[in-house]
């Protein structure tokens, strides 16, 4: 039946946290917003500044959201990593989203993540290893077709 049901009838929309937030649900420290995104404070930051920059329309995650949502949200991404940039301890930025739960998206709403980082903060960031390269070389050569032919 649960099959049947899932196939004919389209599942209600869950509403993310995130567009609780939008909606002033819940409370978040809201940082800017504009007629499509919202921008907030992370609730526990990596280090002081970083936000969350969020479009109002609820993608899911970056590979199902549209060009036009992409490219602004870039660009405000950008425009916020310049503004970080101008604080003394803000040596670098990093600019991530996470599309699905196996690269650690935990919110299923489209989200860029600003984060200024100090010299010497030790955030882990990922290594890679040199045993991977033959599959890399291999998934490389997929990707060389693939954007060539689409
Ligand atoms: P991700 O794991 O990439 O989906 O990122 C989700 C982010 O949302 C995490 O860094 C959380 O700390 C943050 N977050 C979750 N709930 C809230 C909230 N109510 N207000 C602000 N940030 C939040």
């Not at 990093?94 to 989200?111: D, K």
């Not at 984060?115 to 890679?128: A, L, Q, T, Y």
């Amino acid at each position: 039946v649960q099959t049947c049901l899932n196939t004919h009838m389209s599942l209600p929309h869950t509403p993310s946290i995130f567009e609780k937030i939008i909606k002033r649900e819940i409370s978040a420290d809201i940082v800017y917003e504009d007629a499509d995104f919202i921008v907030i404070a992370d609730i526990k930051p990596i280090q002081p500044g970083h936000v969350l920059v969020i479009p109002k329309t609820p993608f899911p995650d970056f590979v199902s959201a549209d060009a036009v949502t992409i490219a602004e949200g870039s660009k405000l991404c950008q425009k916020i990593a310049r503004g970080l940039l101008k604080l003394p301890k803000v040596k670098g930025i990093n600019v991530i989203t996470n599309n699905g739960a196996a690269a650690g998206q935990s919110v299923f709403h489209l989200h860029w993540h600003v984060i200024p980082r100090h010299e010497g903060d030790n955030f882990p960031m990922w290594h890679g290893s040199a045993e991977s390269a033959s599959l890399q070389a291999e998934t490389c050569a997929y990707l060389k077709k693939i954007l060539i032919d689409e």
